[in-house]
């Protein structure tokens, strides 16, 4: 008897033990998704993105010649419109990936993956991760032209003006539909009036008459 109380007594120290565990897990899940992050990011201002994309596709090319060169530099352009946009300043990849996790989860892997690019990388890995940084450059880019209207603007700048379709006319001698027909006449011509054949007769026998005395 004295051991199955034991017994029972282990088993309600284990399940004790257990729900603390489950009650710690959930308050500590629900307390990391209650937290609130200390910034609110904003879209590029319209006044930061002039020159940006003509520096993206600089920076492109000069991976040709300097490829570790041009890693840096990229990353340098997207810390600099990151921070423009209020995020704060890191030191890490890691933890600038963890902030932009919070609003975009795109960016956020881009910048981890391209963040851990080693000394000894090759040619290709360096290429990944320009890659990485470039495309999240652009995006940016991209998303603040669109809030700020411009790609709708340089749209209608450059298409050409709709061409309205000829309105073509009924042709000659065909009545278009639901007009009634109309009846045609003959057309006479305005001739002078004949005078009676007798009466120019008699006007000339008076005028041939001689006078009398």
């Given at each position: 008897?004295?051991?199955?109380?034991?017994?029972?007594?282990l088993?309600?120290?284990?399940?004790?033990?257990?729900?603390?565990?489950?009650?710690l897990?959930?308050?500590?899940?629900?307390?990391?998704?209650?937290?609130?992050v200390?910034?609110?990011?904003?879209a590029?201002?319209?006044?930061?993105?002039?020159g940006?994309?003509?520096?993206i596709?600089?920076?492109?090319r000069?991976?040709?010649?300097?490829p570790r060169?041009?890693?840096?530099?990229?990353?340098?352009?997207v810390?600099e419109?990151?921070?423009?946009m209020?995020?704060?300043?890191?030191?890490?990849?890691?933890?600038?990936?963890r902030?932009?996790?919070?609003?975009?989860?795109?960016?956020?892997?881009?910048?981890?993956?391209?963040?851990?690019?080693?000394?000894?990388?090759?040619?290709?890995?360096?290429?990944?991760?320009?890659?990485?940084?470039?495309?999240?450059?652009?995006?940016?880019?991209?998303?603040a032209?669109g809030?700020?209207?411009?790609?709708?603007?340089?749209?209608?700048?450059?298409?050409?003006?709709?061409?309205?379709?000829?309105v073509?006319?009924p042709?000659?001698?065909?009545?278009?539909?639901?007009?009634?027909?109309v009846?045609e006449?003959?057309?006479?011509?305005?001739?002078?009036?004949?005078?009676?054949?007798?009466?120019v007769?008699?006007?000339?026998?008076g005028?041939?008459?001689?006078?009398?005395?």
């Amino acid at each position: 008897m004295g051991v199955t109380m034991q017994s029972t007594t282990l088993w309600l120290i284990v399940a004790i033990v257990v729900v603390a565990i489950i009650v710690l897990a959930v308050i500590g899940f629900m307390s990391r998704r209650g937290r609130r992050v200390g910034f609110e990011p904003r879209a590029l201002a319209v006044e930061d993105l002039e020159g940006r994309e003509d520096r993206i596709d600089e920076i492109e090319r000069m991976f040709v010649h300097q490829p570790r060169e041009a890693v840096a530099a990229a990353r340098l352009q997207v810390d600099e419109m990151l921070s423009r946009m209020g995020y704060p300043v890191r030191l890490t990849a890691v933890e600038r990936s963890r902030d932009l996790a919070h609003f975009n989860r795109g960016y956020a892997d881009r910048y981890r993956t391209a963040g851990e690019l080693r000394d000894d990388a090759s040619t290709e890995e360096m290429r990944r991760a320009l890659k990485g940084y470039l495309d999240t450059a652009r995006e940016i880019v991209g998303e603040a032209k669109g809030r700020a209207g411009l790609d709708r603007t340089a749209r209608q700048d450059t298409e050409p003006p709709a061409v309205r379709p000829a309105v073509e006319g009924p042709a000659p001698g065909v009545r278009p539909a639901g007009q009634p027909a109309v009846e045609e006449r003959p057309v006479t011509e305005d001739r002078p009036a004949v005078e009676d054949r007798p009466a120019v007769e008699d006007r000339r026998a008076g005028e041939e008459r001689p006078a009398t005395g």
